[in-house]
């Protein structure tokens, strides 16, 4: 399975980003849960935000609920993630990550750690 991720640039505090992630090689996509994370210089990963296969579910960390949005089209094999009041914190390396999640569609993964992984896109946030 590859996983890529575009979108990023430079955006000013207070404006809005939408990544895309686009999957190939993975049949059944419905049986996909999708996620976000984002490693900024110096930190460690950590979780933006995931999906259910169906797209039935989402889970967001603290720090984005209210800004940010995860959805997902199957027709298209994809994962987006609408950004909205970004914060100079919010810069970073973001990366799409995808789990098998059989006939659990509804099913959120406790980790992606292993999973697919792609090579990310940088959001980087001028305040």
């Known amino acids: 399975v590859q996983l890529q991720a575009y979108g990023g640039g430079l955006v000013q505090a207070g404006g809005s980003l939408t990544l895309s992630c686009l999957a190939s090689g993975r049949p059944n996509f419905r049986r996909y849960a999708l996620g976000w994370f984002r490693q900024a210089p110096g930190t460690d990963r950590e979780f933006v935000a995931a999906i259910s296969g169906s797209g039935s579910n989402t889970d967001y960390a603290d720090s984005v609920k209210g800004r940010f949005t995860i959805s997902r089209d199957n027709a298209r094999n994809a994962v987006y993630l609408q950004m909205n009041f970004l914060e100079a914190e919010d810069t970073a390396r973001y990366y799409c990550?995808?789990?098998?999640?059989?006939?659990?569609?509804?099913?959120?993964?406790?980790?992606?750690?292993?999973?697919?992984w792609g090579q990310g896109t940088q959001v980087t946030v001028s305040s």
């Open positions: 990550a995808g789990r098998g999640t059989g006939i659990r569609t509804t099913h959120l993964p406790t980790t992606f750690e292993n999973g697919d």
